[in-house]
């Protein structure tokens, strides 16, 4: 509780205590602050340029300035953005989930070098609707999705060349009480190379109808013998927000905890993947 209001003291005293920049910096990222944190590293750019950390408020913001050696260190880039669908379509997307819940079927991790998913509820907990009823949702949202990509260059913002030629696809997933997804990347696969970007689409029906459900980004691609992931940023499913990631980057999703325990008051997304097709 204090990291945050100890933050903005620090910003507002233009401190030039690197150490204390960076310790404060870290800890806000991890809290999901994530405005503080860039405003803590962009201080430390201003006092030290060349200090690792100077860039990492270009990975918070994904800047298109952004130096092609920025992106293999530090933070995993990524793009947010909020109030991301008009309003009314935004209640239609939820009041269209909501009606569709009976349809959910058990989550799956898909590892396998065939593509196949299959359910492993020490890996993943949560519901996902079968692609044969996404197609309205496929109908209404892919549009808006392809021009905020185009509009806002977001492959270039991440540090990812543009594929001549490529395809979206779209999931819809739900996250009640206790629900998870234990920490993966989403093309570690043959069969799933091709996912270039990944993003979530989040919507609930009140911002306190559950907690938790925080997506969480690594620094770390990988970690060799069991090397903890312990740095890391944390974003907030705010609803009628959207965020975009490199698949390759190491992940997961947060429990989620619903106190009434309905499933319709849990973390529903939008979720999915641009992916380059092979010529």
């Not at 260059?153 to 234990?182: H, K, W």
């Not at 970007?197 to 609930?204: D, E, I, Q, R, T």
Request: hydrophobic fraction near 35%.
């Amino acid at each position: 509780k204090l990291v945050i209001p100890m933050a903005k003291s620090l910003i507002a005293s233009e401190s030039n205590c690197i150490d204390s920049l960076v310790q404060l910096g870290e800890q806000c990222r991890q809290l999901g602050a994530l405005q503080e944190a860039a405003e803590l590293y962009h201080r430390i750019g201003k006092i030290a340029p060349d200090h690792i950390h100077a860039a990492f408020a270009q990975h918070l913001l994904a800047v298109p300035e952004a130096n092609k050696r920025h992106f293999d260190e530090g933070p995993a880039p990524f793009v947010q953005a909020r109030d991301f669908l008009r309003k009314p379509l935004r209640d239609h997307l939820l009041h269209q989930m909501t009606n569709d819940l009976q349809k959910f079927e058990d989550a799956k991790v898909y590892d396998n070098a065939d593509g196949r998913g299959e359910s492993n509820p020490n890996l993943r907990r949560g519901k996902y609707l079968p692609f044969d009823y996404t197609s309205t949702y496929t109908e209404s949202f892919l549009p808006e999705l392809k021009s905020f990509v185009q509009s806002s260059s977001i492959l270039r913002r991440l540090g990812i060349t543009n594929p001549s030629r490529m395809r979206f696809e779209v999931q819809v997933t739900n996250y009640s009480d206790g629900e998870f997804f234990a920490r993966h990347i989403d093309n570690g696969t043959p069969a799933l190379k091709n996912r270039k970007v990944s993003y979530v689409y989040y919507v609930s029906r009140t911002e306190s109808s559950f907690q938790g459900g925080d997506l969480i980004l690594y620094d770390k691609r990988s970690a060799l013998n069991d090397e903890p992931f312990s740095s890391y940023t944390r974003i907030h499913p705010m609803d009628n927000s959207i965020v975009f990631f490199d698949s390759s980057r190491m992940h997961e999703v947060l429990p989620t905890f619903v106190e009434n325990k309905k499933r319709e008051d849990g973390r529903f997304s939008i979720n999915g993947w641009l992916l380059a097709i092979d010529e």
